[in-house]
């Protein structure tokens, strides 16, 4: 049997991406081979997929399409499309979540609208990577069968077999991991690490992770609103090892997004026992689960409270981790991918 995989994008450290190759990976081990056909990939995965142009039909394969905003490559296949071919929703940022003045992503954002409406007419079953996608595709007037499996996430193979607690150093140590981007509030974040220096700990450190545009308002109002202190470090991508270090030996990680279709770094701090305060908007409260404390509102002071009292409270603190190892369960890889191979009834 062979099972194709279409996605707009590969570009390295994308979570799509990921589970699209931790796809491909679970379903070689069972004799199952495919290709990956993209638009745009970055360097590092330009020899292992190829350009959806190439993408003939063959009768008997079958075909996961992976769907998060605008594709091209749909327009194009829209016609080679039929019931073999099982969509994976990904989820789409509302348009609301971005400024005015970004007028071209709203706008590819309304086209996204559109593409989704016809989607009832192409694809008899979808999988959704979490609940809160499967009502945020239903909103978008889909109507077929929806199967919720998570993403891939080895973590093992990411990060190595240890996940063990090594804090190495005596100041906190404050992480949040994720593209530097508008719904993602980083700002939030930083206006609660400022309060939290000024009323607890003057010599914590603040640890922002991911991607950015140094162009985009969100890089300038985080850069604004740390300038002049050398305590809040703004990083870019890092390498795995790297990453893991900064989830060893880091005190606690936050995240204050206000939409999350999933939310992969949620699953790493938990895998790393790295206690979690998490605002609960999208997807978050059903990823993380237990596994940390769940705000409902942003007020500084009272994130900065939070964060004080979990990571100086030492009974809270194991509580959470031991909850953690209850909620990782969830995203066991074998069973995931025993839910696909179902899915696309081959087991």
Do not use: W
């Not at 990939?41 to 997929?49: F, G, L, M, Y």
């Not at 954002?109 to 595709?137: C, G, M, W, Y």
């Not at 790393?272 to 409902?296: H, N, R, S």
């Amino acid at each position: 049997m062979t099972v194709h995989q279409i996605v707009e994008n590969m570009y390295e450290g994308d979570a799509i991406s990921i589970d699209v190759l931790q796809i491909k990976k679970a379903l070689k081990k069972h004799g199952i081979n495919g290709e990956i056909y993209r638009n745009y990939c970055d360097v590092s995965h330009r020899e292992i997929t190829r350009h959806f142009s190439n993408y003939k039909p063959i009768i008997g394969e079958k075909m996961i399409f992976h769907y998060s905003i605008y594709s091209e490559a749909y327009e194009q296949l829209i016609e080679t499309i039929d019931s073999e071919v099982l969509l994976c929703f990904h989820n789409v940022t509302p348009a609301n979540f971005f400024p005015s003045t970004d007028k071209f992503r709203k706008d590819h954002i309304e086209t996204t609208k559109h593409q989704i409406k016809t989607f009832s007419k192409k694809f008899v079953k979808a999988i959704a990577d979490s609940e809160f996608n499967k009502r945020t595709l239903q909103d978008f007037g889909y109507s077929r069968e929806i199967v919720v499996i998570p993403p891939f996430l080895d973590l093992i193979e990411k990060f190595g077999k240890t996940n063990s607690r090594r804090n190495i150093s005596k100041n906190t140590k404050i992480l949040s991991v994720s593209q530097l981007n508008y719904h993602k509030r980083q700002d939030d974040i930083v206006k609660s690490f400022l309060v939290y220096q000024k009323e607890f700990d003057p010599s914590a450190n603040l640890y922002l992770v991911g991607s950015y545009y140094a162009s985009s308002q969100m890089f300038s109002r985080v850069k604004n609103l740390s300038s002049g202190n050398s305590n809040i470090h703004i990083l870019n991508k890092v390498s795995d090892s790297q990453l893991a270090n900064l989830y060893q030996t880091s005190s606690l990680f936050i995240s204050l997004s206000e939409h999350e279709g999933f939310g992969v770094p949620l699953v790493e701090a938990m895998h790393f026992q790295l206690p979690i305060i998490a605002y609960d908007a999208g997807a978050v409260k059903e990823t993380m689960g237990k596994g940390g404390i769940l705000i409902k509102e942003k007020n500084p002071l009272l994130v900065a409270s939070t964060m004080y009292e979990l990571i100086n409270n030492t009974v809270l603190y194991k509580q959470i981790q031991k909850l953690q190892n209850a909620e990782i369960k969830k995203y066991n890889s074998i069973d995931i991918e025993n839910r696909l191979l179902k899915c696309l009834k081959i087991n």
